[in-house]
């Protein structure tokens, strides 16, 4: 069957709107401020926030590739991928509302209570955020127009995120005293009930290739294997790991950092987190110019190496200082858009990959495992968080104290998280990019091989 691989602007529209719960809930409200929120207003023990954290991610050890697998062998006449975000939206719409909740309970009640309220939601975003993001390589095979689809994709993603942090601080937070318990559950109910749309937008506008269900998929164990020898892939997997533990590290630091060493209210830090997403989202083409004039690892390393300097630079503000955390904020916004968009770019490639290695298509299995990494990252980052901030004598909000000042030692280990960790693991993701294996002029006689395939399979 002939398939255009250039899309209309509408797809790629209809496509990219579908990350909009994705961008402002795990990715900006969750990240930003659920830590925040279950430290210091629902005040759960240190080592109980900890122990959420981990059980959760083994949960996600599970659930992601489970998914992954499932929408690999669903068959259905809306194709394999977009019946999950027909009868995904509203379980991931309510469930997110539900983790904002304060039931009136002990510390162990409350723990058991967002622990199964947490699980219900990362189930239901899984299923929706697995067959979403293996929809990509259906779209299109062209290796550009990828990275335009990803783009358009990012765009809404950092815009979106740019949007809830401003509408946090400019809107709901100053409608409610500071550290008000109100103000989250707010925040919670409007998200999800504006979750929902945009999911159903994706579905109703875009469409599967009918022939990649003709092919029957391969066993679990069998698509590992071929998973698991994918050199590419494991390229993408390092490549994604590090350049997407840097964001979830600051996002899981910036509340406390901006509040305890800045000075800042819930309102100032919400919008020094939209400057940083606004500046992403300028910088875009830009990032979009680089991937299209050179190699797309060649424009990853050129805008991690800024976005490293800068980060070791955050460590210089002097405290109290609000001005240079927004100025360093938003020169930082360049290399947030590359994270966000070469590394994307780079995984609906390596699909081809396998088809040539497996003869099938699986990109659920790929996209399941790509997920989980990122969700691995934050999930690992914001467990470490509680267990670091309480060795370094953190103190939490009390009835009798719900303003404290923090020792030299809590305020010194949120400067290093927020600056040299991320910078650090930076750099390291330099060295994966320069070795990154597949090129342009690669994948294109990958696809060669793959036409001369199919066409003899026709014949």
């Known amino acids: 069957m002939a398939h255009n691989e250039r899309l209309t602007f509408w797809q790629k529209l209809a496509y990219g709107i579908g990350d909009f719960g994705n961008s402002v809930g795990p990715g900006t409200i969750i990240p930003f401020w659920y830590s925040f929120f279950l430290t210091d207003i629902v005040r759960l023990d240190l080592?109980?926030?900890?122990?959420?954290?981990?059980?959760?991610?083994?949960?996600?050890?599970?659930?992601?590739?489970?998914f992954g697998f499932l929408s690999d062998h669903t068959r259905s006449r809306w194709g394999r991928r977009r019946p999950y975000l027909l009868f995904g939206a509203l379980p991931f719409g309510i469930t997110f509302a539900l983790l904002w909740v304060i039931p009136a309970s002990g510390q162990i009640q409350l723990f058991l209570y967002y622990t199964l309220a947490y699980i219900a939601y990362e189930t239901a975003f899984t299923a929706v955020s697995c067959p979403y993001n293996a929809l990509v390589p259906e779209l299109t095979q062209d290796h550009d127009e990828r990275t335009s689809l990803i783009t358009y994709r990012m765009a809404v993603s950092i815009g979106a995120g740019l949007l809830a942090p401003l509408l946090l601080g400019l809107?709901?937070?100053?409608?409610?005293?500071?550290?008000?318990?109100?103000?989250?559950?707010?925040?919670?109910?409007?998200?999800?009930a504006a979750f929902i749309p945009p999911i159903l937008i994706a579905f109703f506008g875009t469409r599967e290739r009918p022939e990649f269900q003709i092919a029957g998929a391969l066993p679990f164990r069998e698509s590992l294997g071929y998973v698991a020898r994918n050199r590419a892939f494991r390229?993408?997997?390092?490549?994604?790991?590090?350049?997407?533990?840097?964001?979830?590290?600051?996002?899981?630091?910036?509340?406390?950092?901006?509040?305890?060493?800045?000075?800042?209210?819930?309102?100032?830090?919400?919008?020094?987190q939209g400057i940083i997403l606004g500046a992403a989202f300028v910088t875009l083409p830009v990032v979009v110019w680089l991937s299209r004039r050179f190699e797309k690892k060649l424009s990853y390393i050129i805008a991690t190496t800024s976005w490293a300097l800068i980060m070791i630079a955050i460590f210089l503000i002097p405290q109290g200082a609000k001005l240079p955390a927004y100025v360093l904020g938003a020169l930082a916004g360049f290399g947030v858009a590359a994270a966000h968009v070469i590394p994307s770019a780079m995984s609906p490639d390596v699909m081809e990959v396998d088809e040539l290695m497996s003869g099938h298509r699986q990109e659920g299995a790929y996209a399941g495992l790509e997920v989980f990494i990122d969700k691995l990252a934050r999930m690992l980052v914001l467990a470490i968080l509680p267990a670091i901030l309480r060795a370094a004598h953190y103190i939490q909000p009390s009835e009798a104290n719900p303003f404290p000042s923090q020792p030299a030692s809590a305020l010194q280990a949120l400067r290093i998280l927020v600056s040299f960790v991320p910078a650090i693991l930076l750099l390291a993701s330099l060295v994966v990019a320069w070795y990154y294996p597949l090129t342009r002029s690669r994948y294109q006689e990958i696809q060669q091989e793959l036409s001369e395939r199919r066409r003899q399979q026709v014949v």
């Open 47 to 66: 080592r109980l926030v900890s122990l959420f954290w981990i059980i959760v991610t083994f949960w996600d050890a599970i659930n992601d590739p489970l």
């Open 171 to 192: 809107v709901i937070f100053p409608m409610f005293p500071d550290r008000s318990p109100v103000a989250y559950q707010t925040i919670g109910f409007a998200s999800g």
């Open 235 to 272: 390229y993408t997997i390092l490549l994604r790991l590090l350049s997407w533990m840097p964001v979830v590290i600051v996002q899981g630091v910036f509340a406390y950092y901006l509040i305890y060493w800045t000075g800042m209210s819930e309102d100032e830090t919400s919008i020094a």
